[in-house]
């Protein structure tokens, strides 16, 4: 412990020690829940507790206060039981989902005796998290081929993903549900859409904004919703599922390639970008259809493509922003770059100073074979070089423009085409192909901010 000798004594006098369910009494409140370890920083005679809530409160120690251990269960809060033996029994009943675990919030369960968080591995501890999911769906299988924070997530990792899921949905799986880190979540669900051409079951990528520990927890929600989308749609899609506002009202199920984190820590952080949810899920199984898109087909098998040249970059553009980045990536033998332009796709060209100009470096790269496109840093709206004197000139060297590709989903969709091809003008064809919906070519003023 990191309390101090008056609050360890407080404790051991009172026979409590960390973990366990108390009683915390002060001149102007009460409190009950777990007495957590304490950190280095702060207070040391504050007693942090894990209350029912599921926040956390911190109670400065003095003559008033009085803590009391609450007997039963050898002072433990009761574990959540796992699903029954009936209840196990009732998701044998329903589809089987197979669950891919990669690590994140969503994944984990609080443990009561230390007052934290750890990896849930088993369905038995998930269905315990989320008891009503075994109302929805069994777990066929669950597999976790590894275990990290999703901003330590590469492009090899993607693939292995890919490649389990291709063969869960293979084996029997009605869906896969996908369980990862809300940091790169999207990165991944633009892979997984491009590394399973034609797909066809539904995969569920689910995350959580927040832990299960506290009271505004969101990952048992989307899990839920996510199993109903795995399991029980009728859509072929990879699709992002996870709460549609900031209320537990219902969650979007998103297109992975069209979809964009854009909050850092609200629960409603991943937001169709140039396109709608393709579904709303209610967490009592109904279901709003809202884009007509490919069916399942249970009887056709799925495939895994994850070649992905490591070669590929992504890069930004910006007033005074230094042209030269793009001779390093050249040097490196970068084999594809995306600009994160300006506006219709727009980088310093006919600048003031000549040495802020990324004309010549364009040009260079496309001498040098790599394949150099231009995906809006507006995120809406469309990179077109049918506007502008100097997009046109570009256009006319080489330079690839990605429609309304989001400059995360131009990277990724690069990066697999050039690992399935050396034919730099094959590349920009299939860039400009529109495999799994990364492409619109038609936009509504619903899908601007929605």
């Not at 940091?183 to 299960?212: C, E, I, W």
């Not at 040495?355 to 496309?366: D, L």
């Not at 969709?413 to 400009?432: A, H, N, P, Q």
Request: aromatic residues 8%; glycine residues 10%.
């Amino acid at each position: 412990m990191a309390y101090s000798k008056r609050t360890l004594g407080l404790l051991k006098k009172a026979g409590v020690n960390e973990g366990d369910w108390v009683k915390v009494t002060t001149p102007a409140a009460g409190y009950e829940g777990i007495i957590l370890p304490r950190i280095d920083a702060g207070n040391p005679d504050a007693l942090v507790i894990k209350l029912e809530s599921g926040y956390n409160a911190g109670v400065e120690i003095g003559p008033d206060v009085n803590v009391e251990r609450i007997d039963g269960n050898d002072g433990q809060r009761p574990e959540r039981k796992p699903a029954s033996e009936a209840a196990k029994h009732l998701a044998a009943n329903l589809p089987q989902i197979s669950m891919v675990s990669t690590g994140g919030t969503i994944s984990a369960k609080v443990d009561y005796k230390l007052g934290g968080v750890r990896a849930a591995l088993t369905p038995e501890e998930i269905y315990a998290t989320t008891p009503e999911l075994a109302e929805v769906a069994g777990i066929k299988s669950f597999a976790s081929p590894f275990r990290t924070f999703s901003e330590n997530m590469t492009p090899p990792e993607w693939g292995k993903i890919a490649v389990l899921v291709a063969k869960e949905l293979n084996s029997g799986a009605k869906g896969v549900i996908v369980t990862h880190g809300t940091d790169t979540l999207h990165y991944t669900a633009a892979a997984l859409g491009f590394m399973l051409p034609n797909l066809p079951k539904p995969v569920a990528l689910v995350g959580a904004q927040r832990s299960p520990d506290r009271g505004s927890f969101d990952g048992a929600q989307n899990l839920l919703c996510g199993a109903y989308y795995a399991g029980h749609s009728n859509f072929a899609e990879v699709a992002i599922v996870m709460h549609a506002n900031s209320s537990d009202d219902f969650c979007n199920a998103t297109r992975g390639v069209k979809a964009r984190k854009m909050h850092s820590t609200r629960r409603d952080a991943f937001r169709p970008v140039n396109d709608l949810p393709i579904a709303r899920i209610w967490p009592d199984g109904r279901m709003e259809e809202m884009k007509s898109l490919g069916k399942r087909d249970d009887s056709a098998k799925a495939v895994a493509d994850i070649r992905f040249e490591g070669k590929t970059a992504l890069v930004k553009a910006y007033p005074g922003s230094d042209p030269g980045i793009l001779d390093y990536l050249v040097g490196k033998k970068c084999r594809g770059i995306i600009v994160e332009a300006t506006a219709l796709g727009h980088v310093p060209a006919d600048t003031i100073e000549k040495k802020y100009s990324w004309v010549p470096a364009i040009k260079n790269a496309i001498e040098e074979g790599a394949v150099v496109g231009f995906a809006t840093q507006c995120l809406y709206g469309t990179a077109s070089p049918y506007v502008y004197e100097t997009a046109r000139m570009l256009h006319g060297m080489g330079a690839l423009y990605c429609a309304d590709m989001l400059p995360e989903v131009a990277y990724v969709k690069l990066g697999c085409m050039l690992g399935r091809s050396k034919d730099s003008e094959k590349v920009k064809k299939m860039m400009l192909t529109n495999s799994c919906g990364e492409i619109n070519e038609r936009h509504s003023q619903e899908e601007f901010l929605y």
